[in-house]
Each structure stands twice: as C-alpha cells, then as structure tokens.
C-alpha cells in the first residue's frame, strides 16, 4: 500500500509552461514534505521541502502549494526549461522512534520540449 | 570536497555470485541508507543505519547484507539469494538531528548492478 500517492507518472510540457506535480497522504502524522529531483543516471538531490504550517513555498520558479485539509500537496514548476527535464520524487516524513522516516512517492518523469 | 561517493558506477556480475556495493561518505553523518530504484516503482529501501554498528532492515532487505564498521562506510553485498538483483542501487546519508528536525538525505551517484 503506497503511503504517498504521486501523480502523473509521466509529464510532458512545452518549454514556457507550467509543470504540476501532485501528492496525497493519509498518515496525518506526516510533518515534513521534502520534493526531490533526479536527473537520469544520478541520485536524487533536494529541490525544496515545507512542513504542513505553511500554504505555500516558493523558491525561484519552482512553488510548493500543500493543503492539509485535503492531504494533498503539489510541486508547480512555472515557466519551465528543458533543464528541469528530470524524475520528481514526492516524499513525506514522521518521526520513527528517536529520529525520523522518510517515505516516498513513485516519482514522475518530467520532460520539457524545447 | 565533502559528498558521498559509490563505486562501482556499472557492475556486472554472474548468476549465483555475491558482489559488494561500496558507499563512502565525508559529510560526518551518522545516517546512511541503501535503496534500490527500478522504473516505476520508485526509490524501496534495502538497509538502513543511524550509527555505527547497528542497522535494520528496510522494506525489502531479503537477499541483501550490510555493515558498518566505520561512521564513513556502508557497503553493501546483494547475495546470490536476491532472486532480481538487476536495478539501480543508490546510497544516501543524512544528519539524523532527532525526530524534531527536518532530515535531508543526501545521495550518491548510484552504482547499476547487471546480472548476467
């Protein structure tokens, strides 16, 4: 059973458009929402992350918006550039004992036309 | 220059063989994790370590031993019992500041394991 459900699986955009990620949850114990990049061949790296306090973060072009009332949260990339052509892995994390766990999305393979 | 480094980048190996992962970090973590990625199903997580010499396993550990004997080191041996070892296998590590705090896990650059 996927904890965190990530969708679309694949995500084709013009290059100018807006990239829309989304993300739910059950487990209200969920405390931190990391998203995380990959390029093909690499390991993940941290793109941006918000804790369920806030609505909405925005660093540069790239905007998480997170309801909570829904269980939901989404990763918008504005004005998109073949550059982002990446895997967008969704996660979410609870504490686990004396430290934390971390639980992920099955990704989404994003690809910008130039 | 601090980071996590993995060797070998492609590693082929016979039906039946063991073969060990290696996973280097200088970042000071105490953290370090090994998961495997196959498309479309995502990052699973193999072992996982919050100190030295102690580890549990993750969510699909058969067929995989670990150990850490040094903060730095955690390599990883995918057995002969692992029945589909062929995948992408990524080593991360992170901070562990307690279960207050944000924990970023920070990755290497994957070793791809082909079983001939």
């Known amino acids: 059973q996927q904890q965190v459900k990530q969708s679309p699986q694949s995500l084709i955009v013009q290059k100018g458009g807006i990239s829309i990620i989304n993300c739910a949850y059950e487990?209200?114990?969920?405390?931190?929402f990391p998203w995380y990049q990959q390029f093909p061949g690499k390991g993940p790296a941290l793109l941006i992350a918000i804790r369920p306090d806030v609505s909405e973060k925005k660093e540069g072009r790239f905007t998480i918006s997170f309801n909570k009332s829904a269980k939901q949260f989404s990763l918008h990339i504005m004005d998109s550039q073949p550059g982002d052509s990446a895997t967008y892995f969704c996660?979410?994390?609870?504490?686990?004992?004396?430290?934390?766990?971390?639980?992920w999305g099955l990704g989404t393979s994003l690809a910008v036309n130039p | 220059d601090g980071g996590i480094t993995q060797s070998p980048k492609y590693l082929f190996r016979k039906e039946g063989q063991n073969v060990t992962l290696s996973c280097e970090q200088n970042?000071?973590?105490?953290?370090m994790y090994w998961y495997r990625q196959d498309p479309g199903q995502g990052l699973r997580l193999i072992y996982y370590s919050q100190i030295v010499n102690d580890f549990q396993k993750g969510d699909i550990a058969e067929g995989y031993s670990v150990s850490r004997e040094k903060k730095e080191s955690f390599p990883l041996t995918v057995t002969s019992a692992q029945k589909n070892p062929t995948a992408f296998y990524l080593c991360?590590?992170?901070?562990?500041?307690?279960?207050?705090?944000?924990?970023?896990?920070?990755f290497g650059p994957g070793t791809r394991l082909t079983v001939l």
């Open positions: 970042l000071n973590h105490d953290a």
């Open positions: 991360a590590s992170s901070i562990q500041a307690g279960r207050d705090a944000p924990d970023t896990q920070y």
């Open positions: 487990n209200t114990a969920f405390d931190y």
């Open positions: 996660a979410a994390s609870e504490r686990a004992g004396n430290n934390r766990k971390l639980i």
